[in-house]
């Protein structure tokens, strides 16, 4: 079973930047396509970013494109986000997710495990 722990989440301003983390216990990340999903209140959860098994492919959803990046670090056995120029409509938890086999990388039934999230608050 695999155990994934975010952190790095806190409240900034708009323009600063943030640093996520997710780290995974019982399983190496280097198996898994790994992705940042985010919720906001009231609203659904959404796909926010994702890297490949091979850490070859990436992909980010539009609205964070060019802001946010995504790395993994397998000698560490985490994933990391790092975000700049955070805007207010970044404000969310932010879940970290593993999936073995990811055909549609938005779809949250893709994804075999979840962690509890970390928030991100952004002030204006």
């Known amino acids: 079973q695999v155990q994934l722990v975010e952190s790095g989440g806190g409240l900034v301003q708009a323009g600063d930047s943030l640093r996520l983390s997710c780290a995974a216990s019982?399983?190496?990340?280097?198996?898994?396509?790994m992705a940042w999903f985010r919720q906001a209140p009231g609203k659904e959860r959404e796909f926010v970013g994702g890297i490949s098994r091979s850490g070859g492919s990436l992909i980010y959803a539009d609205s964070v494109k060019g802001r946010f990046t995504i790395a993994r670090d397998n000698a560490k056995n985490t994933v990391s986000m790092q975000m700049n120029s955070l805007k207010p409509e970044d404000t969310a938890v932010y879940y970290c997710?593993?999936?073995?086999?990811?055909?549609?990388?938005?779809?949250?039934?893709?994804?075999?495990?979840w962690g509890r999230g970390t928030q991100v608050t952004v002030s204006s």
């Open positions: 997710a593993a999936s073995s086999s990811v055909l549609n990388w938005r779809a949250l039934n893709q994804y075999n495990y």
């Open positions: 019982g399983g190496t990340v280097s198996t898994y396509h």
